[in-house]
Structures are given as C-alpha cells and as structure tokens.
C-alpha cells in the first residue's frame, strides 16, 4: 500500500544554518504530495503542497519540488529561524491509487532551531 | 473566523467512561476525518464521511463511532474508555472539488485516560 518515509528526527540546527528534512513515497497512483507543520502544542497547519510531477511548493522560505523519478519530496529552506522549531510531516493523497482521499503522513521530524 | 473547530480541547477522564469529541468547520467543505496522534506524534485516519456518508472506517474498534449530523458536523464518541485510547485526536475537512485533497485540520483534542 501507499506509505511515506522520512527522515528520523529530531535535527538541531543554529539559527541561519540551512535545513533538509528528506521524505520519500510509495504510491500506486498520482498523488499529491504535502508537508504540514506542527508548533509545540498546536494542530496541524499545511506548509506546502504540489499535485504533479516537477511542481514545487513554497511558503514561508520553505520549498520543496516533487519529483517523480525519485519518489521524493524532500523540504528545505535556506536560512532557519528559532521561530522554525517545530514537528514536520510529509504526507500524500492518492485518490486515484484507491487511498480515497485519506492522507498518509510519515512519522514526523522533530527540528530544534537554537540561537 | 475558525475555519475547523473541535470541543474540548482537553479531556481528562477515567477508564470505563464515556465521552465525546465535537468538531465543525465553516468552510463549506464537504468531507470531513478523524486522525489519531499518539504518543509518539505517529498520525493515522481513523473514520471519513463525505455528504455524511461513512467512507473510511480504518481498523478502529467499535468502542468508537463517528456521527455526522450534517456535511459541516462530524463527532466522535468512544465508549468504555482504555488507556490506550489516550492520545491527541485531530478533526480534518476537504472539499472534493479541490483535486489536491488539501485538508484543513482542527487544534486537537487530547484526551487522557486515567
């Protein structure tokens, strides 16, 4: 079935110093690709999203380019912030692979920006 | 305005309880979930309704069940509560016409069973 990993937290960082979370996927169909957020006692906010192949999401400094060939979605951003610390989740949703319109969620990575 | 809301935010309870879990959402979404976060922050579907209709029912024991009263309602009733069943339970909408099946999820409710 469809799955997602990515890579084991938690990631500490100084401030300004550039991020990669990885994230790669199983799917059996076309699916979208997301990462959302999580703040430290907060709910699940999106980040960004791509539906095909080759698109890139960004938001906030963050990108990440969904890429077909390598099953992968992998989040950067160039320069972190404290304000960044958070639990990171890649996910996707792949109606047309007869996941419905569930999401998939990897297990989330833990990023500890210090100053 | 709050997009998907849940009620409580925090529930303390003991074993053997019932208890419910509300959740709405204002953005004229048509399908509505349920995900369960654990302990290690591990996030899995529980139920979906669409037109509140049941569509994913994902494995869960039957001490749960969902209700959907109308497309913006969807609540979440769990009888003789475990300790097992402690755990951070989020309430998600989509809309189906949005063909990237974006979902907005509401703050959480993290229930604690003692």
């Known amino acids: 079935g469809d799955s997602v990993t990515q890579m084991e937290g938690p990631v500490t960082l100084s401030e300004e110093a550039f991020l990669t979370i990885n994230c790669t996927y199983t799917a059996t169909g076309y699916p979208s690709l997301f990462w959302y957020v999580q703040y430290p006692g907060e709910g699940l906010q999106l980040l960004l999203k791509a539906t095909k192949a080759d698109d890139k999401g960004s938001n906030k400094g963050f990108e990440a380019t969904y890429r077909k060939e390598t099953t992968s979605f992998h989040l950067e951003k160039g320069s972190v912030q404290v304000s960044d610390s958070a639990v990171y989740f890649c996910a996707l949703s792949d109606p047309w692979g007869g996941a419905t319109n569930k999401l998939i969620f990897g297990t989330g990575t833990l990023l500890a920006v210090q100053p | 305005d709050t997009a998907v809301s849940q009620t409580p935010k925090y529930l303390v309870t003991q074993m053997g309880n019932d208890k419910s879990i509300k959740c709405e959402q204002n953005l004229g979404h048509d399908t509505m979930y349920w995900y369960k976060q654990d302990s290690k922050k591990f996030l899995k579907i529980m139920f979906s309704y669409n037109n509140k209709e049941l569509i994913i029912n994902e494995t869960v024991p039957n001490r749960f069940s969902p209700k959907s009263p109308d497309k913006a309602h969807l609540n979440l009733h769990i009888n003789s509560l475990e300790l097992g069943d402690s755990a951070v339970y989020f309430c998600?909408?989509?809309?189906?016409?949005?063909?990237?099946?974006?979902?907005?999820f509401g703050p959480g409710t993290r229930l604690t069973v003692t």
């Open positions: 998600a909408s989509s809309a189906t016409r949005d063909l990237s099946y974006e979902q907005y």
